[in-house]
């Protein structure tokens, strides 16, 4: 299975990849120039935060190995694929708790901003080899690599 | 796969350059394509604001605003005023060192080349003196006057150069230019930190540029060019990196400005330039055309046969040219000269000679151009090739490509060898379009990049498909480039257009894409709009007449699509300008443009579907006109 790694020493924060995961997000359409860049329901799961230094600092679901969300979720809407070490949401069994947003030790879990009502979470772009997210970094601050089953 | 080919270059219409780029030792454009291809969204929606230290600022869902409080909207129109009136001011600076030149002609009593365009201007600005070098330093005067006018006073020639109806509608509009070089100035000065704000007054601002660039930039520089270097006459030449020849001390010459050059041109024919090369063992001088001014070397070939070997290619055509290893001198004067050609010219030992400190390159000595003393450049530029032929011939691989480009290019077209050629007046063409064996016309312009699908590949693509469809043709600036080198401004390209057309073609012994030559020569396609119109008494945006830049490049693009616009044409883009993160600018730009000026910009990525798309404008337009 593949994971996204950091190396945040190559970050500069230029939310290539925040776009990236917005426009492959977007119901109306993939292309970077139909991304509506103020509608707030265009949400990015990924994120870039400065740390004490004022470092930029990219935070990206790292699918865990065990994960807190799915531990947390009490629904059942939060799984993780045995098989591709995946962690998926299932909007229509959650009761919108909020749970896994509190138990995410990387704070990368979030409600949606426009309703408050669905968590958004990376599904690692579904069926694309490479996230997008991996593709637009130009810096290669976030990669992919093969990682072996737990 | 990939490990199997020499290296990856992107892909090119073109595929015998592709591949003689492919074979290279060097680095070009071609291949950094790849390692460039990761682009920054902010930068293509054009919602990044760099233009104080609060930024960069960027709109994002959860930042709508700057730190300023600058809109997304207000960002993206300040940013593309400024990229406007950036081109715009490119081609203003080629209009003034033409009408210059022209002004130094008269003081030097040179030799008039196009004595019937300097009879026909100074008719139009009602100049009366009877001295062909009155009337020369006079209609130079009036152009540069104009061009010097503060931003509060109109220019006058405008009344005079555009046609009557869009001339109105542009004062309805209180778009009419002030002084074109002052526009610029205020376009830059408007978009300065926390200025303007209006993105509806940036865009009318725009329009104002695109008319000063069009009819100044444009159009006049041509008509200059033709009194100072002759007019074009329709001939048929050879294309591509076959013209090189080695025997030849060979000057690639790259840029804009014509004008620059007419004094090397007229040295270079001379016997005694021609025994100084046979001197050193070389069969005489040779001109080796890249990029626009290539193209508008080659538009006047008729008059330059012994030294003008043909036109190589367009701007990223120019690393691959000089990676011949064939070319002993590069001339630049203006922009499209690639800062990748700098260590290919190094690896090849080439001198490189900058004419211009406008487009001063990195390795280039700077011999700044002044029609004072264009006989000491001149003799520069013949003193340094030879001296190049001498120093590197012996110690260099020369690699050539002569399966590259074509033979019969139909070239020297322009409005008045067209309307010469179609008997004096527009009507036959007029009759045929009526008669639906012409369905209408496309303007396929602007530059060449490697991203719209490749090198000259939408472009290409995009004009095939809209030959099949009787539509005809014409092309002016690195597109050109592009279309020539494939064969598609061969007479023998009339087999690719659809039936109708074809048979116009076959009967005439014409292509169905009609050579322009430099992006310039935009300007041309303006007079021949206007003509046609005039003709029928109908408006510009009545006309069955689109246009599409599918591939353009550059800031210099966005002026002349801001003259489209201002004309009242469709104009196709392949790829968005940074507008699209403001739905206000686009939605101006794509739809309400149309009840200012009846133009409007069209944004498709889609081959097909563009060509889809200007297909039904004619037919619609043919209809406005009764037609169908």
């Known amino acids: 299975m593949k994971r996204i790694m950091i190396d ?72 993780r694929d045995p098989a591709t070490g995946r962690v998926t949401y299932h909007p229509e069994q959650c009761a919108a708790c909020f749970m896994c947003v509190l138990s995410c030790p990387f704070g990368v879990l979030k409600a949606d901003t426009a309703e408050r009502k669905v968590i958004i979470k990376c599904d690692f772009c579904g069926e694309r080899e490479t996230p997008r997210c991996v593709e637009n970094c130009p810096n290669r601050a976030i990669y992919l690599i093969e990682v072996s089953e737990e | 796969m990939s490990e199997l080919t020499t290296c990856a270059v992107c892909p090119s219409a073109d595929t015998i350059l592709s591949q003689f780029i492919a074979g290279l030792e060097v680095e070009t ?27 960069p600022c960027r709109i994002t869902p959860t930042s709508p605003r700057g730190v300023c409080g600058a809109s997304a909207d207000t960002i993206v129109a300040r940013n593309f005023l400024r990229a406007v009136a950036a081109g715009s001011g490119c081609y203003i600076h080629v209009v003034e060192n033409a009408a210059r030149n022209l002004k130094a002609l008269a003081a030097s009593h040179g030799e008039i080349k196009g004595p019937a365009t300097l009879d026909k201007l100074a008719a139009l600005f009602g100049i009366a003196a009877e001295d062909p070098y009155q009337k020369a330093d006079q209609v130079a005067d009036r152009v540069l006057g104009d061009l010097h006018r503060p931003s509060y006073e109109k220019m006058r020639l405008v009344e005079k150069l555009a046609y009557g109806p869009r001339l109105e509608q542009w004062r309805k509009l209180n778009i009419l230019p002030g002084g074109a070089k002052s526009e610029v100035f205020d376009g830059v000065v408007k978009t300065s930190t926390n200025l303007n704000s209006d993105p509806l007054d940036m865009l009318l601002h725009c329009l104002r540029l695109g008319i000063s660039t069009g009819l100044y930039g444009l159009t006049l520089t041509n008509l200059l060019n033709d009194i100072l270097l002759g007019e074009p006459v329709i001939r048929q030449a050879p294309v591509g990196l076959r013209v090189i020849d080695t025997g030849f001390v060979n000057i690639m010459i790259t840029g804009h400005q014509h004008s620059m050059f007419a004094d090397l041109q007229a040295k270079l024919q001379t016997e005694a330039a021609a025994s100084r090369a046979r001197a050193i063992g070389a069969k005489g001088f040779r001109l080796i055309g890249c990029t626009c001014v290539g193209q508008d070397l080659q538009l006047r070939g008729e008059h330059y046969q012994t030294i003008f070997a043909g036109h190589a290619g367009n701007n990223f055509t120019s690393e691959a040219v000089l990676a011949t290893g064939a070319i002993d001198l590069v001339v630049s004067e203006f922009n499209c000269t690639l800062p990748g050609i700098e260590p290919i010219a ?23 151009y002044d029609p004072e003393t264009v006989a000491d450049l001149s003799e520069y530029i013949i003193a340094n090739a030879i001296q190049s032929y001498q120093k590197r011939r012996s110690k260099v691989n020369i690699r050539l490509a002569d399966s590259h480009g074509d033979d019969g290019v139909v070239t020297g077209v322009s409005e008045s060898s067209l309307r010469d050629f179609l008997g004096g007046t527009w009507k036959p063409l007029v009759e045929l379009i009526a008669a639906g064996k012409i369905k209408g016309i496309a303007g396929v312009v602007g530059c060449s990049n490697l991203t719209a699908k490749g090198h000259d590949v939408f472009t290409v693509e995009l004009t095939k498909e809209l030959i099949q469809r009787d539509i005809i043709v014409l092309s002016a600036g690195c597109t050109s480039g592009g279309l020539e080198n494939v064969g598609l401004m061969s007479p023998k390209a009339a087999a690719l257009a659809g039936d109708n057309l074809r048979e116009v073609c076959e009967a005439l012994n014409i292509p169905p894409v009609l050579n322009f030559g430099p992006c310039l020569a935009i300007g041309r396609l303006e007079l021949v709009a206007a003509e046609i119109a005039q003709f029928l008494g109908v408006d510009i945006p009545q006309l069955p007449l689109v246009l599409s830049a599918p591939q353009w490049l550059e800031e210099q693009a966005l002026a002349d699509g801001a003259f489209g616009l201002a004309l009242g044409l469709p104009l196709h883009l392949a790829i968005p300008p940074a507008i699209t993160g403001s739905e206000l600018v686009t939605r101006v730009l794509t739809e309400d443009m149309v009840g200012l000026t009846g133009g409007r910009l069209i944004l498709e990525d889609d081959v097909i579907k563009t060509a889809d798309l200007l297909e039904e404008i004619i037919v619609a337009k043919r209809r406005g006109l009764g037609l169908e």
């Open chain 1, 8 to 79: 945040k020493d190559r970050c500069n924060g230029c939310l290539n990849c925040s776009l990236a995961c917005m426009a492959e997000h977007n119901p109306a359409g993939k292309s970077i120039y139909v991304l509506n860049l103020t509608d707030i329901r265009n949400e990015s799961r990924n994120f870039i935060a400065l740390d004490r230094s004022g470092k930029p600092t990219p935070i990206f679901c790292r699918h865990c190995g065990e994960p807190e969300c799915v531990i947390a979720c009490m629904s059942g809407a939060m799984s």
């Open chain 2, 346 to 368: 190094a690896e090849f030992m080439v001198r490189m000679i900058c004419i211009d400190d406008l487009a001063k390159k990195a390795n280039a000595d700077l011999f700044q």
């Open chain 2, 29 to 55: 454009s071609h291949h950094r394509v790849e390692s460039q291809k990761v682009k920054c969204g902010f930068g293509l929606q054009g919602v990044c604001c760099r233009l104080c230290t609060n930024g």
